[in-house]
């Protein structure tokens, strides 16, 4: 029986593979958080990656957003680390595993409103030559989704989905799904995920499936969402509920009651978006959201098994 990822040290975090990795997070019955940060922009510690900062509040396991597999950066690292093994590194600073949002936005998506910041690369699309990439990076986790205003929708999650587990099936955790409307606003409130999308991304061979966290997106309630998680895990799959709407910067009273819920809603994995301050949750929140899914003595105990090698 694979030990949870709740109790594994550093060391035991870099030899999981896919299966063990999933198994490791089954295990930890819905007591584990994936920070999400940006390794482009000026990281708050100066010199230390938001990555490591997460990881320093509590986070199990580390997302990088905005990462172009053609032009890697992670602000922060010390200089002279080859552009191929960043997250070989990082994995090592931090005893964590490590996810990457690649994003399969239409061909030919324009829009003109968009902020600079998440407006696509080639080295971000969520095609089969970038995840081939990844996973010879070292990447434990790729997630396919959307940020704000790059019109992805769920039949362009499902269609790149098909292809990369052709490819990266037997080594990297794939999770489908979206954190908001990503741009696309007829698919709001209930409409951004349907049991059919989630029946479509499992024949497709997603092996955890992205929600909306609870009073997130408009229209998510605990209830909806309670719904798609008892849906998810009837037919054999792990469910991530994510803040993906800036609420990571909010006070730590929203930040908790968030976390009861999606704790009452039975998800596997808590997710905690990038932009409490530019690139990363507000610390205290990533702390926080921690505590209140798993307690103060597992919390800290997150924190000390990344010094355990």
């Known amino acids: 029986m694979q030990k949870r ?27 584990l958080l994936v920070s999400e940060t940006i390794g ?6 100066m010199t230390v990656t938001n990555a ?30 080859p552009t191929n093994d960043i997250i070989r590194t990082l994995k090592r600073l931090t005893g964590r ?17 968009q902020d600079v910041q998440w407006k696509i690369s080639e080295g971000r699309l969520a095609t ?3 995840a081939i990439k990844l996973k010879e990076m070292g990447v434990d986790i790729i997630v396919l989704t959307g940020n704000p205003g790059n019109g992805v929708t769920n039949q362009e999650i499902n269609q790149s989905l098909k292809e990369l ?3 990266v099936d037997n080594d990297v955790v794939l999770i489908t799904g979206k954190m908001h409307a990503a741009g696309v606003l007829n698919a709001s409130a209930e409409q951004l995920i349907t049991e ?3 029946r479509t991304f499992i024949s497709s061979g997603a092996d955890i499936i992205l929600l909306p966290a609870p009073g997130t997106v408009p229209g998510i309630s605990l209830e909806f969402v309670q719904k798609m998680v008892s849906y998810c895990h009837s037919q054999g799959v792990m469910t991530m509920t994510a803040i993906g709407t800036s609420q990571e910067g909010a006070d730590v009273q929203t930040i908790r009651q968030i976390a009861l819920m999606c704790k009452m809603a ?5 997710h905690i978006g990038d932009s409490g301050y530019n690139g990363i949750a507000l610390p205290e929140n990533i702390l926080n959201y921690g505590i209140v899914i798993r307690g103060v003595r597992h919390t800290y105990s997150r924190i000390a098994r990344s010094i355990n090698r």
């Open 128 to 130: 089969v030559k970038n």
């Open 97 to 113: 595993a490590i996810g990457v949002n690649l994003e399969p936005v239409p061909a030919g998506f324009n829009n003109p409103t």
């Open 40 to 45: 482009t922009l000026q990281p708050v510690l």
């Open 266 to 270: 039975g998800t596997d994995l808590h």
């Open 196 to 198: 059919e999308d989630i």
């Open 165 to 167: 587990k052709a490819v």
């Open 52 to 81: 490591e900062l997460a990881a320093s509040q509590g986070a199990d396991i580390l997302l990088l957003n905005v990462f172009d597999v053609n032009n890697p950066i992670m602000q922060g690292l010390p200089e002279g680390i």
């Open 5 to 31: 990822y709740l109790d594994c040290s550093a060391s035991e975090i870099l030899r999981l593979g896919k299966k063990d990795l999933l198994e490791s997070i089954k295990g930890s019955e819905g007591r």
